[in-house]
């Protein structure tokens, strides 16, 4: 794939995350998400799913500044088929969490 110069390990900073909602058939799911990590760092494919109007929607969260490189990036895996992507959503997310995953934020958890 071309256009993806910068290592999101290399130019990932601290801010506010993206979010988006991608209809995606679960048994592409474990595919999609080895080809994102694959480009280290640039998003994070959680396994929990929405279903919205009768369709599954998986969460991508993706850090500031590469939401156009995702888009890219799964538009690519569409249109070669590699992928039965749906509809991609973005939707408001919370400001990127302080702390290792896992561990409570603060006080609130």
Same mark, same amino acid.
């Given at each position: 794939?071309?256009?993806?110069?910068?290592?999101?390990?290399?130019?990932?900073?601290?801010?506010?995350?993206?979010?988006?909602?991608?209809?995606?058939?679960?048994?592409?799911?474990?595919?999609?998400?080895?080809?994102?990590?694959?480009?280290?760092?640039?998003?994070?494919? /959680?396994?929990?799913? @929405? !279903?919205? #109007?009768? %369709?599954?929607?998986?969460?991508?969260?993706?850090? $500031? &500044?590469?939401?156009? =490189?995702?888009?890219?990036?799964?538009?690519?895996?569409?249109? /070669?088929?590699?992928? @039965? !992507?749906? #509809?991609? %959503?973005?939707?408001?997310?919370?400001?990127?969490? $302080? &702390?290792?995953?896992? =561990?409570?934020?603060?006080?609130?958890?």
């Amino acid at each position: 794939m071309s256009g993806l110069g910068t290592s999101p390990s290399q130019a990932r900073s601290p801010g506010r995350e993206q979010l988006l909602l991608i209809e995606l058939d679960e048994h592409d799911l474990h595919f999609v998400d080895t080809i994102i990590m694959g480009y280290d760092g640039l998003a994070h494919l /959680r396994r929990d799913y @929405r !279903l919205i #109007e009768g %369709r599954t929607f998986f969460e991508l969260i993706v850090p $500031e &500044g590469f939401l156009e =490189e995702v888009k890219q990036l799964l538009e690519e895996l569409r249109v /070669r088929g590699f992928a @039965r !992507l749906g #509809e991609v %959503r973005q939707v408001e997310a919370k400001p990127a969490r $302080e &702390g290792p995953v896992g =561990e409570p934020s603060g006080p609130d958890g």
